[in-house]
């Protein structure tokens, strides 16, 4: 199912005309016994931005269906692990252009431009120590998203990427 999904985002943007390239890293504490987890809930982490509060919303969502397609359960009482999403989103100077570029001229440099790099970062965190005990990340250029529907793909796409080796063994 994760991978139909992921292939059905890919063919998506492919009609769109471009493919989003996401990097997704992840992180994990020895000491958590994960083969022992069996449910989760959410912990609540302030927005500092509202504009990403939907984002979040709908990142929920996937990480919701993610975690149940493994087999775990969304509960409040005594949940194995409490699961936190942050949202960033930053400028980042974009990639130099051809220094050889006419459009230039030979001794004019170009001006300086920005993208903006959207990072997603999931963690579990274990409820007694109140510590990160795995955080897996993904960042994106989101200049290269257009449609809500494309966004809405990504943010499948990279929340199963995300959970692809969750819970790590």
Known sequence: MGRALAIAALVCWALL????????HQQRTPE????????????????ADADTAG????????????????????????PSFLVAVRLRVRQRPAEAPD????????????PEQ???EGTLVV??????????????????DLS??????????????VVVELLNNFPPT
């Open 17 to 24: 005309g471009c493919t989003p390239v996401y990097r997704v």
């Open 32 to 47: 958590f016994d994960f083969a022992r987890a069996q449910s989760y809930e959410w912990l609540v982490v302030e927005s």
């Open 55 to 78: 984002i979040a919303r709908r990142v929920e969502q996937a990480v919701d269906s993610g975690l149940e397609r493994k087999g775990l359960a969304r509960t409040s009482a005594a």
């Open 99 to 110: 220094p050889y570029q006419a459009a230039y001229g030979p001794y004019t440099a170009p």
């Open 114 to 116: 920005f993208n903006q």
């Open 123 to 140: 963690e579990i965190v274990a409820p007694d120590e109140n510590q990160v005990v795995w955080r897996g990340s993904a960042s994106v």
């Open 144 to 157: 290269e998203i257009g449609a809500s529907q494309a966004a809405d793909l990504l943010i499948d796409a």
